[in-house]
């Protein structure tokens, strides 16, 4: 056994780049509060609960690109998608949400990221926006 194992920027700076390569078009996805995922959810559980308030784009947000890999503070590599905004407009039937938590799959529906908020987010009054920066880290260890 080694006695110590790290990754060097090498290589945090190149599995920031694959990544990113494989998560180019993904989607960023948003789904209901009361629902909490663990480690072993499935992309057809979080599909069956994904928010449908008045504005959301059905099937999420694309992804378009992420930033080249860089070193982030402290230590590893980190790529970023910028900010992704989803919003209530009210422009439907008034179907609200509360939200519970979001999730990121590749193009070919891979699940790759779940995250879950404290409190559910109200997304129930017009104008009413919910930004979400996206970043994905690498560590040295």
């Not at 700076?13 to 990544?19: D, I, P, V």
């Not at 694309?62 to 930033?67: G, K, L, M, R």
């Not at 989803?86 to 039937?93: I, K, W």
């Amino acid at each position: 056994m080694a006695e110590q194992l790290f990754y060097p920027i090498s290589s945090v700076l190149g599995q920031g780049a694959m990544t990113a390569t494989r998560l180019a078009n993904a989607k960023l996805r948003l789904f209901k509060d009361g629902f909490n995922p663990a480690f072993g959810v499935t992309l057809a559980e979080l599909n069956a609960v994904e928010c449908d308030f008045d504005g959301y784009p059905a099937g999420g947000i694309t992804v378009p690109s992420w930033s080249n890999p860089f070193l982030g503070a402290g230590s590893g590599a980190q790529i970023t998608a910028g900010l992704l905004s989803f919003a209530f407009d009210g422009s439907g039937s008034g179907v609200t949400n509360l939200v519970g938590g979001f999730y990121l799959h590749t193009s070919d529906n891979v699940l790759w990221i779940v995250g879950q908020f404290p409190e559910g987010v109200p997304m129930q009054t017009p104008g009413v926006g919910m930004p979400i920066a996206l970043s994905v880290g690498f560590g040295s260890e």
